[in-house]
């Protein structure tokens, strides 16, 4: 079956840095686009980053811009967002994601396959 599972998550004070991890298997990892999402107490679950299936095109949240970084490595079935300068607002459950599709990665429903979520805190 497939599985996507997250690593990384955990409590930070703001300013600091952590590197969420997804190992994938089941699935033709290179065939699928990969995405961050994210969703905080109270909230929809709202797109972070998204990589195309061979990582040429990169896609991110306004709200994270220039402090996240998505990358993959098609041969090791990863995905990674390394996240910088964290704010308290980053505060969510982060989640892995596959789609088979190349346009709109901004919308869950584009997304197949999910991983169980990593919890990242983020303190004033």
């Known amino acids: 079956q497939v599985q996507l599972v997250e690593f990384g998550g955990g409590l930070v004070q703001a300013g600091e840095s952590l590197r969420l991890s997804c190992a994938a298997s089941?699935?033709?990892?290179?065939?699928?686009?990969m995405g961050w999402f994210r969703q905080a107490p109270g909230k929809e679950r709202e797109f972070v980053a998204a990589i195309t299936w061979s990582g040429g095109s990169s896609y991110y949240a306004d709200s994270v811009k220039g402090r996240f970084t998505i990358s993959r490595d098609n041969a090791k079935n990863t995905v990674a967002l390394q996240m910088n300068n964290l704010k308290p607002e980053d505060t969510a459950n982060y989640y892995c994601a596959a789609s088979s599709l190349v346009l709109s990665l901004h919308r869950p429903t584009n997304y197949r396959y999910w991983g169980q979520g990593t919890q990242v805190t983020v303190s004033s």
């Open positions: 089941g699935l033709t990892f290179g065939s699928y686009s």
